[in-house]
């Protein structure tokens, strides 16, 4: 008889390979999407990054940055990011534009600090924050 091949095996130490034993995709089940964590660096002077997993690191330009948006949700999503240093801001706003934060006050990072939020479609809404 014919073996079965598996079309997505979720690998022992956690990665996700589609068809092959490489994992190199995300996996998206009813809005929740495993990852790896990955890192971004805010560029000088930008108001907004694309969000690239469900836990990402985050680091600061040395000028400081107020982020206002983030963009890459998806529905249901909840997304961690963990803070490198005491260089990024992130804005509170109430108002129903795509890909804002609504937060409990303005949030202004630390190293080793954490914030949660949820992404309902349109925007973000925060969870919990840690100031480690």
Do not use: C, H, Y
Not at 5 to 30: M, R
Not at 53 to 59: A, C, D, E, G, H
């Amino acid at each position: 008889p014919l073996t079965p091949v598996p079309l997505v095996s979720i690998l022992g130490n956690g990665n996700v390979g589609i068809g092959t034993t490489v994992p190199s995709a995300k996996l998206q089940v009813a809005g929740i999407m495993t990852s790896t964590m990955t890192s971004v660096t805010i560029a000088a002077s930008a108001t907004a990054f694309a969000e690239t997993s469900n836990v990402v690191k985050v680091t600061g330009d040395a000028g400081g940055n107020t982020v206002a948006t983030i963009t890459g949700g998806i529905s249901g999503q909840v997304l961690t990011l963990i803070f490198v240093d005491a260089l990024v801001t992130i804005t509170d706003t109430s108002a129903t534009t795509a890909n804002t934060v609504n937060l409990s006050a303005a949030f202004t990072s630390s190293a080793d600090d954490t914030i949660t939020l949820v992404f309902d479609g349109n925007k973000w809404f925060e969870t919990a924050r840690s100031v480690n």
